[in-house]
C-alpha cells in the first residue's frame, strides 16, 4: 500500500489485518457451506432454496474478495493455505450432513448471525480507517440481507405446511 494511505489508518493496523483474515476465513467456509448446500439441498421448494442459496455463495465470495484487496492494500498478506480458515475462522463450518431444506437453511441462518456479529465488531473497531469500515458496512449490509432471505425462506415453507393442514 502506499506510504500516505498506511499512515492514514489511525489504529494499529496489524491488529485490522487480523481482524479481516478471520473474516477472510469465515467467507471461504461460508462460501463453500453455500455452494455445496445449494448443490444437495433436498424437500420442499428446493428450487427457490437452491437458487438462493447460490446466490449467496457468490456474495461471500465476491465478500473474501473485496476482503484479501483490503488485506494487501494495508501492507498485510491474506491467509495463504486453506488449513488456516479452519484455524482462523471465528463462524466455523457447518457440514450439511442432512440434505433436507430445514436444516440446511437452519445453519446457514446460524452461520449470518455469527457474521453479522463479526462484522459489527470490525466495524466498532475500525472507525479510525474509513475506507476498511465503508468496506465492512457494505459487506454488513448483505449478510444482514442474507439472513433475512433465509428466514423467510423459513416461514414460506411454514405457512405452506400449515395451509395444507
Ligand atoms: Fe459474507
Ligand atoms: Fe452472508
Ligand atoms: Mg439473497
Do not use: F
Request: aromatic share 6%.
Amino acid at each position: 500500500m502506499g506510504t500516505k494511505g498506511r499512515e492514514i489508518v489511525g489504529m494499529d493496523v496489524e491488529k485490522l489485518i487480523e481482524a479481516l483474515n478471520k473474516a477472510l476465513a469465515d467467507e471461504w467456509l461460508a462460501y463453500y457451506q453455500y455452494w455445496l448446500g445449494a448443490k444437495i439441498v433436498e424437500g420442499p421448494m428446493r428450487g427457490a432454496v437452491a437458487a438462493e442459496l447460490e446466490e449467496h455463495a457468490n456474495d461471500e465470495l465476491r465478500h473474501a474478495g473485496m476482503l484479501v484487496d483490503r488485506i494487501i492494500q494495508l501492507g498485510g498478506t491474506p491467509i495463504l493455505k486453506p488449513e488456516d480458515w479452519y484455524n482462523m475462522t471465528n463462524c466455523g463450518y457447518e457440514a450439511p450432513e442432512d440434505p433436507y431444506v430445514r436444516p440446511v437453511l437452519e445453519q446457514n441462518i446460524k452461520g449470518e448471525q455469527c457474521a453479522i456479529e463479526v462484522y459489527k465488531k470490525i466495524l466498532e473497531m475500525s472507525h479510525a480507517d474509513p475506507i476498511t469500515h465503508h468496506m465492512i458496512v457494505e459487506i454488513l449490509e448483505d449478510e444482514v440481507e442474507h439472513e433475512e432471505d433465509l428466514e423467510t425462506l423459513l416461514r414460506d415453507m411454514e405457512l405452506m405446511k400449515k395451509r395444507e393442514l
